[in-house]
């Protein structure tokens, strides 16, 4: 969702994050008519459920591409600071 892909069951509509219950009762509906084959005469239902108000999901998506974009320059900032504390770390010690 973050990623701006979709497709999944967790959609944005109307400013809200919703999640659609469908895919979850085909899995439920299809394993219980192996079982009872009555239920296959139920109808299909779409309900989907209202999880929060997406007010700033556009900035959460910009963040979320942000760090996806640099997931490789990070791990090797995260190795220079080190490789630099040390660096700094090891000078102070002489007296």
């Known amino acids: 969702m973050l990623s701006g892909q979709g497709g999944g069951a967790i959609n944005v509509v109307n400013g809200q994050v919703t999640l659609d219950l469908v895919p979850f009762i085909k899995e439920v509906k299809t394993d219980l008519g192996h079982r009872f084959p009555i239920i296959n005469n139920i109808p299909p ?5 209202v999880l929060f108000g997406a007010k700033n999901f556009s900035k959460a998506q910009a963040g979320y591409r942000l ?11 995260t190795l220079l600071f ?7 770390a090891r000078r102070r010690r002489r007296r």
């Not at 239902?45 to 459920?49: G, M, Y």
């Open 67 to 77: 760090i996806n974009d640099l997931k490789y320059v990070l791990p090797v900032l």
């Open 82 to 88: 080190l490789g630099l504390g040390v660096y700094v």
């Open 45 to 49: 239902v779409h309900p989907s459920l």
